[in-house]
Each structure stands twice: as structure tokens, then as C-alpha cells.
């Protein structure tokens, strides 16, 4: 059973930074497309950002140069480094694991991160 525990989540001021964390365990890393997505206060779940097990990454057009995602295959971790937070960032920020091989994803329990001064 695939677990993911985020971490990282906190209270930052605009234009500040946050790294977030996402431990991965119980399958074979390298199987499984990596995720970060948010939920705002009264929105629905959005796709932050993706990367495969080979590294390539995508993100959401409102995050493009200010997020990188990435992912540490021998620490079974995958990172969101997050810069130049604005307000519109602030959300539940959920870390998700995509089997490519049956379909099945995981979740973890979410971090929060607020943006404001």
C-alpha cells in the first residue's frame, strides 16, 4: 500500500518561498507519475504540477516560472520549491501518486500553505 506523507506547509508573506515535501512509500518509486495539487478555499482541486519517473515536468499556466517540481529517486521524495508566492497561492496543497502501470492513485493528507502579509 503506496503512503505519502507532505510536509513543508506554512504561513509565508508574498514574494516569499516554500519548499514542500512528499515522502513515497510501500511500491517501486519509479513506477509512479508524481503530483502536486492544490485546493483552494471554495474552488475545486487543480493539477500544480507533474513529473514522470524519466524527470519531464508540466505545470499549470499560473504557476509556470515560479514552481519547479522534482524528484529525488533515491529518496523516494518528490519536492515543490514554490517562489514568488502570491495570495492566490494559499491552498491545501496535496501530493499524488499515479501507478502508470494499473491506473490506481494515492494520496496524502495535505499540507497548508498561506500566502499573506
Known amino acids: 500500500q503506496v503512503q505519502l506523507v507532505e510536509s513543508g506547509g506554512g504561513l509565508v508573506e508574498p514574494g516569499g518561498s516554500l519548499r514542500l515535501s512528499c515522502e513515497f512509500s510501500?511500491?517501486?518509486?519509479?513506477?509512479?507519475?508524481m503530483d502536486w495539487y492544490r485546493q483552494g478555499p471554495g474552488e475545486q482541486r487543480e493539477l500544480v504540477a507533474r513529473v514522470n519517473a524519466g524527470g519531464g515536468t508540466n505545470y499549470a499556466d499560473s504557476v509556470k516560472g515560479r514552481f519547479t517540481i522534482s524528484r529525488d529517486n533515491a529518496k523516494n521524495t518528490v519536492y515543490l520549491q514554490m517562489n514568488s508566492l502570491k495570495p492566490e497561492d494559499t491552498a491545501v496543497y496535496y501530493c499524488?501518486?499515479?501507478?502508470?502501470?494499473?491506473?490506481?492513485?494515492?494520496w496524502g493528507q495535505g499540507t497548508q500553505v498561506t500566502v499573506s502579509s
Open positions: 499524488s501518486a499515479l501507478n502508470v502501470r494499473d491506473g490506481f492513485d494515492y
Open positions: 510501500g511500491m517501486v518509486f519509479a513506477f509512479f507519475v
